[in-house]
């Protein structure tokens, strides 16, 4: 087992088991997190019987960095996992301060159709410590803090829940990497039990959907997963989302040219979103050279956006980053394995 991958609550338990004081879980967390050692030797202030059955019941490694692509306020990793595969993570430097957006599974089975990680199917969920890992090591590489994390990289963070929650107990625990709640957002597509589920757990993180769609028509034709959860039950769970915790939602729409961007389209979405207590955030599109879609332009997007902001409809475009870098999800991943 991974170290990285346990709770401090979890590591609490392993120290009790083994006759050991769980505030020695701590001391632990305090030298993985806060003065951030790579080797159980380095931990001083543990006794050595104690060093020696953490070496024995677990490992301290790191994931690997193939490459790394920099650009604008951004900075693209590509990492190798213990068993070969690959995924991707992404450092976008805002004004408020250093964003990293992390893939919760190698590939996706969601199979958006203007989604580049979908391209390269499912082949299992993150362990809970290969996302920590890809704060770590961006953290140890940049000199940096990490403020904010957004879990919208490659791969559905809900089709991947457990690790994803424990994910999120561990950056967001104070002994740990210490990021606020609210500055943590989860992204699904729409698994409308995993929504309820998190309703239920009433988690101070941000929730995001990945919408893209105003009406069943489109978001089925660009979004397989709408045949399952169609637009009226994401709705419907998002409507009990924010009954039952009163935060904010965020509705992430990308930009697709003659397919969502529309003025028919952004006044539908509108009146879908009438009276939430949402945002939306519209996407400009990154393009690839294996997906028909192209980006909307600059002047539509902003007729779509003023639509909105007419019909009272909290709106943002995200600014755009790494035009110059393999800016889509999972593309930097994809063109290495095909060898460009």
Known sequence: MNIYGKTLKDLETYFTLIGEKKFKAIQVYDWLYKKRVNSF???????????EKLKEDFSINKLNILKVQ???????????????NKIEAVLMN??????LCVSTQ??????CGFCESGRLKKVRNLETYEMVSQILIVEEIQKIRI???????????????????????IINDDHGIAIGARHITVSTC????????FTKEKRQVNLA???HAPNDEIRNKIMKINKVYPLKEVMKAVRDYLKENHRKITFEYIMLKDVNDGDECALELANLLKGLTAYVNLIPYNETSHIEFKKTDRDKIMRFYDILKKNKINVTVRKEFGSEVSAACGQLRSNFEEGK
């Open 106 to 111: 190698v590939g996706c089975n969601m199979g």
């Open 209 to 211: 959907i990945s919408l």
């Open 94 to 99: 805002h004004d408020y301060g250093n964003s």
């Open 70 to 84: 920099n650009g604008k306020n951004v900075h693209k990793y590509l990492f190798e996992l213990e068993d070969g």
């Open 147 to 169: 403020s904010h994390v957004v879990l919208m990289g490659i791969g559905e963070p809900f089709d991947n829940y457990d690790n994803v929650m424990k994910f999120i107990d």
């Open 41 to 51: 030797d380095e931990m001083t202030n543990v006794k050595k019987l104690v060093i």
């Open 190 to 197: 729409g698994i409308v039990p995993k929504i309820r589920e």
